[in-house]
């Protein structure tokens, strides 16, 4: 079946220091690919997605590359800020009538001022 | 636009009753998808609707169920809880347009706790 691997949490950064979070998928054919964020108490936000091979996504100074060869999808962002504190997930779903995501298991960043 | 409105947000129940959880999409969207996001298991799809008919279904109990209506609102529905069923539930909806069809945007979820 499909699955979605995340790097380990938590992660803590300083203010303004660099965020990977790594992402890896198994599947059968090519997904669409996605990182969705949590902020506490919150439900899910689409962060930013990729739905192709060497597409890349970037929203709100993040950026993720879709990597078919290493089947990876790694999460980053220059400077972090407190705001970014949160849990993400990345995630992957198929074209097609079936709408079902498979989501990793997420990652909560802490980031201290 | 209005986003995805869930309610009610917070439910406390007791083992062996049921409830039911309720999801208004954004407006335009007809597709509506349901998640289960527990510390342990993570977030697991439980079904997708589409014009009031179930389009796709996740591993999980025949306690657990759904329907749409014409309007596109989603209710689900589990029965005889158990302690296990505590957990945050998500609604998402999504366009049914061939360059939207695979965004699904999320509310912010009905907090079930079972005692």
């Known amino acids: 079946g499909n699955s979605v691997t995340q790097m380990e949490g938590p992660v803590t950064l300083s203010e303004e220091a660099f965020l990977t979070i790594n992402c890896t998928y198994t599947a059968t054919g090519y997904p669409s690919l996605f990182w969705y964020v949590q902020y506490p108490g919150e439900g899910l936000q689409l962060l930013l997605k990729?739905?192709?091979?060497?597409d890349k996504g970037s929203n709100k100074g993040f950026e993720a590359t879709y990597r078919k060869e290493t089947t990876s999808f790694h999460l980053e962002k220059g400077s972090v800020q407190v705001s970014d504190s949160a849990v993400y997930f990345c995630?992957?779903?198929?074209?097609?009538?079936?709408?079902?995501?498979?989501f990793g298991s997420g990652t909560q960043l802490t980031v201290l001022p | 636009k209005a986003g995805v409105t869930q309610t009610p947000r917070y439910l406390i129940k007791t083992r062996g009753q049921q409830v039911t959880l309720s999801c208004s999409p954004i407006?335009?969207?007809?597709?509506v998808s349901w998640y289960q996001q527990t510390p342990g298991q993570g977030l697991q799809f439980l079904f997708e609707y589409f014009s009031e008919t179930q389009r796709n279904k996740g591993n999980f109990p025949g306690r657990f169920s759904g329907r749409q209506f014409s309007n596109s609102r989603s209710e689900m529905n589990v029965s005889t809880l158990e302690l296990g069923d505590s957990a945050l539930y998500l609604c998402?909806?999504?366009?049914?347009?061939?360059?939207?069809?695979?965004?699904?945007?999320f509310g912010a979820g009905t907090r079930l706790s079972v005692l």
């Open positions: 407006s335009g969207h007809r597709s």
């Open positions: 998402a909806s999504a366009q049914d347009t061939s360059e939207e069809r695979n965004i699904q945007y």
């Open positions: 995630a992957l779903t198929f074209s097609g009538s079936a709408r079902q995501l498979t």
């Open positions: 990729a739905t192709k091979a060497d």
